[in-house]
């Protein structure tokens, strides 16, 4: 260990000299204030004492004889830690080359390494390429027993790797095999003679992609699977065709205005559903084909319960085709409405927009809309929305014990089973089928043939 003071003006400077003298590594054992002056100025100074072991002090000289000199002046700025991890450094290369050159010198054959880059190096029975080492750089020598067994490691690796490649090919086809039997044991009896084919797998996941829910696909390749035979399986068209007809006998469709809702002299519609859901558009749609189209007397009444003052579009619609409005919010203002379009064919009656999970306010437009005797509930679904939010708002609206489904915007629908899948939840024909904006067109009365052609993408 060597211990030395140092003396300065000041601490940082003390310092500074400390690690140019002795080394980033030297520790600081004390300091003190001198009050004597110093030099010529008579100021005060700082005394430091400072410490190095043996091997530090080794390390620093051993490395500073070796690097060049414009290397030594930004060594000398850096950081401390710094001038450390580069010292260290230094000397574990030195330690490595020097135990590479005696282990050369032990054995009696070696293999020499040079600056050869690998793809230079020459195949065997091939001229060696010529490229010498760069003068300055030492050349360093391996025994023949440590490239035997780099050799041998290589050809190791690469049998490892193929055999590795061999057991995902192994297990790739052995979860192919475990999809196709979990489809399988969903729709085939245990006790069938019969397996899956491709077609029926097909036709499966078809169905599953165009959004009808799994507990109804599993019924629907159930049924098909029994009703074709054996041959006709394979058959991609004719399972088509079977599930096409297994949805058909499922879907319950009827058309606005082929069912009388009321009494011989009046019928009436209430739209419901969430806001934004398109009823106010829907009613428009209608209303506008009754009249124009139809010849009937209709009349418009909206109930308000808790909304803001904006302007009704129905009211700018009952003036552009001459029919009755009217604005309720209550049981009784509802009845006395009806009676008062008593001379109408037909009646559309818009409501608010609520959550399915506003019971509270259901309840209350459900206690609105018992004051109407043979009055028809027309659920609005806007079908672009998720299977989730459709079966929530199927359960949340089912509190107004809706007569039929319609649905908004099937021109955007990237997945018709939910329909399907609402329709056999609710238990409930399909109505109307609406696409896009525009008032005068762009509805269709539902048929189970285009839901069918739109689930199977057969249109």
Same mark, same amino acid.
């Not at 003190?32 to 010529?40: A, C, I, M, V, W």
């Given at each position: 260990m060597q211990v030395k003071k140092f003396e300065a003006p000041t601490? @940082? =400077?003390?310092?500074?000299? $400390? %690690? !140019? =003298?002795?080394?980033? =590594?030297? $520790? $600081?054992? @004390?300091? %003190? @204030?001198? !009050? !004597?002056?110093?030099?010529?100025?008579? %100021?005060?100074s700082v005394e430091v004492t400072a410490a190095v072991s043996e091997r530090s002090a080794e390390k620093k000289k051993t490395v500073e004889k070796r690097i060049p000199e414009s290397y030594q002046q930004k060594l000398s700025q850096a950081p401390a830690s710094r001038q450390a991890d580069l010292y260290e450094s230094y000397l574990e290369k030195k330690v490595d080359r020097d135990r590479v050159q005696l282990s050369g010198d032990s054995q009696g054959s070696t293999k020499r390494i040079t600056a050869t880059r690998y793809a230079d190096i020459a195949d065997e029975g091939s001229s060696p390429i010529s490229n010498p080492a760069p003068v300055g750089l030492p050349e360093y020598s391996v025994p023949l027993a440590v490239a035997s067994a780099v050799d041998h490691f290589a050809e190791s690796k690469q049998s490892t790797i193929a055999a590795l490649q061999e057991e995902l090919s192994q297990l790739r086809k052995l979860v192919d095999e475990l999809s196709k039997d979990r489809k399988r044991h969903e729709y085939l009896d245990s006790d069938s003679p019969y397996s899956a084919t491709d077609a029926l797998e097909s036709a499966y996941d078809l169905l599953l992609q165009s959004g009808v829910e799994r507990r109804h696909v599993v019924q629907i390749m159930r049924d098909a699977a029994k009703a074709l035979g054996v041959e006709k399986r394979a058959d991609h068209e004719s399972v088509l065709d079977q599930v096409a007809y297994q949805l058909l006998k499922r879907v319950e469709t009827e058309g606005f205005f082929e069912r009388k809702t009321g009494s011989d002299s009046i019928d009436i519609h209430a739209f419901v559903g969430v806001s934004g859901a398109g009823k106010t558009t829907m009613i428009a749609k209608l209303a506008t084909h009754a009249t124009r189209s139809r010849q009937e007397k209709v009349g418009i009444i909206r109930i308000a319960i808790g909304q803001d003052e904006n302007i009704d579009p129905l009211v700018i619609l009952s003036k552009a085709l001459h029919v009755p409005y009217r604005s309720v919010s209550s049981g009784e203002e509802l009845s006395v409405a009806i009676q008062d379009m008593g001379q109408c064919s037909r009646l559309f009656i818009d409501t608010p927009g609520f959550s399915p999970r506003d019971q509270a306010s259901l309840r209350k437009l459900s206690g609105i809309l018992n004051a109407a005797s043979g009055m028809r509930v027309n659920l609005v679904v806007n079908a672009t929305i998720r299977d989730r939010e459709l079966r929530e708002q199927g359960k949340g609206f089912s509190v107004l014990n809706p007569n039929a489904l319609m649905f908004t915007r099937l021109d955007e629908v990237c997945s018709p089973g939910g329909i399907f899948s609402l329709s056999q939840h609710l238990r409930i024909p399909v109505s109307v089928f609406a696409n896009g904006k525009k008032v005068t067109e762009s509805w269709e009365n539902a048929t189970a043939e285009r839901l069918a052609a739109s689930i199977l993408n057969i249109l």
């Open positions: 601490l @940082q =400077e003390a310092l500074d000299t $400390i %690690k !140019r =003298e002795l080394g980033p =590594e030297a $520790i $600081i054992l @004390q300091t %003190k @204030q001198n !009050r !004597r002056g110093f030099g010529l100025m008579s %100021k005060g």
